[in-house]
């Protein structure tokens, strides 16, 4: 058993490190075949492995648009609500809207596609936008007005879904009271925006500059004169 294993991890080691990205059985990646046969269920790629496999508290996934972060990271989470139990997970969005269209879709896509998740699911509350498990492990999906409101409640594991439209003190009260893991989404096209931003303040601050030189030298030029 113990040879089996270890050719497992051997195996696991190879997808990750050395094979690209695509689609794999997750049996293949996952050592914790044994303990959730729910896992074989389902058709994961080399992002979700890494996620799942990371010992960091804090993980930080990006790229562009399109690239499957948000979807493999749900895989993730569903598997751990399933794997322990009694788990508070908290996926935060910018607002309601941006959860419906994305993050919640696709958990909604990964539950539906599942036998096996939806034999563990006890309730999906669309209202509420909460997964409850039969081990007495939640999914929730929720947004924050401000740092105030981010207080309430204490989680297992946290993910920021598009970390980069999420306020700094929003996200700070967030992770202190999260227990375990900590994962952002960060989409790598508004992280470009923001540093042209940037760039685009410094310039307009080195105009102003300019421009009180200019009104100095001309001040100056009058008193002369």
Known sequence: ???????????????????????????????????????TS?????????????SSH??????????????????????FACRDDKQVITVVGQDIPNLKAGALRDAADIYHSSKAIISAVKNFNKTDRLFEFYNGSVIEFKSYDNG?????????????????????????ELALRTKKRIREMQVKQDAQTRISEIRLKV???????LQQEVEKLKTNTHLIK
């Not at 094979?19 to 059985?25: A, K, L, Q, T």
């Not at 389902?42 to 990371?54: C, D, E, I, R």
């Not at 310039?203 to 500059?209: F, S, W």
């Open 1 to 39: 058993m113990l040879k089996i294993f270890a050719k497992l991890k051997y195996i696991a080691y190879l997808y990750i490190n050395i094979m690209p990205i695509g689609i794999y059985n997750i049996s293949l990646l996952v050592p914790h075949i044994y303990t959730a046969p729910f896992f």
């Open 42 to 54: 389902m058709q994961t790629s080399a992002l979700f492995a890494h996620n799942y496999n990371t």
């Open 58 to 79: 804090v993980v930080v996934n990006q790229g562009g648009t399109s690239s499957g972060k948000t979807y493999s990271i749900l895989q993730v989470l569903f598997c």
């Open 148 to 172: 105030q409101d981010a207080k309430s409640g204490k989680r297992d594991y946290l993910f920021v879904n598009e970390a980069n439209g999420i306020d700094w003190t929003v996200y700070t």
């Open 203 to 209: 310039l307009e601050g080195q105009v102003a500059i």
